[in-house]
């Protein structure tokens, strides 16, 4: 024994450094930690409209233990969706603490709001304190004004600026789980949308209808907050509404003229336009195609009787993959944003514009690496490659850029090649594009930002003119 006081963890709220959260959910786990919540205390959810009540309580291991049957959930979403049989429910706005006449979501922001005290031990753990602090801050307010009813209203590309991010990448997660910390969703779901799509910093509805009971035709349910188990569900589908911006569609009504029609459409290069009588009330569409056959069949024609009805409408998250085959038959699609108003439309040549923006940068990194074994197997043999690599090398097609960049930073390697360019500098661009291509492959919904492409395309046209000379 030294006689030093034994150094143990201090589950105090205000020692906790806002880098422990971690960008992760809070949990009930962390509420008793941080002492605000005791194990036993009870909880209670009441619907008030229906005049039920649902009674639980908070066990030692931070879960929530029905007093219906003993069923215990982690998450408090959740255990309220169970208790009253519903499909959704913010469990953190639905369970009140009777003892201190709370709801848990109140000491959720008291737990964030104490983290923002705490004390970090390194600096670069100080400075993810302060930007976590600044986000804090920053949603704190938007918390304010959703509880206002006056949702703050923002596009997707100023949402992740909040975090510094220009795309919805790895720290997709993170921002999830911050949101989820402050109570709150965007609608409609910003991961579902282009990166110009203006959401709403939004809170839950207070209460929704039985799970067993359809929701409004005309209202989709509102996302709630994950909490689950796994820490939230997995999400990378590529969806209809990132082709669309949800602003709304160019139409005419179906009391409109042919001349109309083919004027808005010559106008602004469209090949369809939606006929609607109101935003909800999608009568068809008018396509050059539709147009032709009904004044081709009797002159007199009326205008309605160049309309199809026979249009697809989807929601805005639905996978595209799956109207896929939809696009192929009718080459358009009309969109339906969160109110399931007609606000937007995707063609065959979004489709293909897009699948283009994602397959060009994975082209433009398997071309360079193609041209860079070619020049190195021309220059060198495998023996000379495993020396500088320093590893076992069997054949050229086992090379990563990393080892490119070991073979050309050799001075007589690189002089061997007879290159008149400088080597630093070359060496420099490609060991930016191997940090690229780590994000490039880590697939997310996002185009590659022309830059980045530019790079890539630049860099080929340079191997290009020299690998003769290698």
Known sequence: MTGEPEKKEDHNSSARSMHLIGGRRVTVSDLIDAGLLQAGERLRFARNRIGVAYDATVTAEGRIRLASDGEEFRSPSRAAMVAAGMRAVDGWRAWQVVEQDRLLDGLRQDFLDQALTGTANTTQQQADDENRKRVHERLRRARERADRRDPERITVRELLSFWRATGRGDQVSQIEADLANH???????????????????????????????????????????????DGGDLNVRLMVGTLSPLVGVASVGPDSTFEEAITKMMLNDFSQLAVLSGPHNLRGAVTWRSIAQAMHERPDRRFTDAIDPHVEVVAYDRDLFEVLPVLQRRDFVFVRDQSRAVMGIVTTADVVHRYGEMATPYFQLGEMDQTLRWILRRAFDVDTVQTLCKKVVTSFDKLTIGDY?????????????????DRAAFIARLEEIRHLRNKIMHFHSDPVPQDTVDKLQRFNELLHRYRGSA
Do not use: H
């Open 183 to 229: 109570g709150l969703v965007t609608s409609p779901n910003f991961r579902a949308v282009t990166l110009d799509t203006m959401v709403s910093l939004t809170i839950p509805p207070d209460d929704s209808e039985p799970a067993d009971t359809d929701t409004s035709p005309e209202i989709d349910p509102m996302p709630i907050p994950e909490d689950d188990e």
């Open 405 to 421: 960049q070991r073979v050309l930073e050799n001075k007589a390697a690189w002089q061997r090649l007879g290159w008149r360019i």
